[in-house]
């Protein structure tokens, strides 16, 4: 469904996470990543991944939203 690599990320404004896998919705058919902050409660969370995948504009030029660390 995807190559998107599994393992831990960096989000632009900091925080880290685990990507758990890619999964995808019952009635649209949309691929979600599956997440989990490496902080707080550190429950589960999906977002598309499209936006998973997206460059945002910061201060600093244009960056990943979540940026590749390791396969964790």
């Known amino acids: 469904m995807s190559d998107l690599a599994l393992g831990r990320y960096r989000h632009y404004k ?41 460059s945002v504009e910061t201060q600093d030029g244009v960056v990943p939203r979540f940026a590749f660390i390791n396969a964790g």
Do not use: D, I, K
């Open 14 to 54: 900091g925080g880290e996470y685990t990507v758990m896998g890619v999964a995808q919705h019952s009635e649209t058919g949309e691929a979600l990543v599956v997440y989990r902050p490496e902080y707080g409660e550190r429950g589960l969370w999906v977002r598309p991944l499209s936006m998973f995948q997206e």
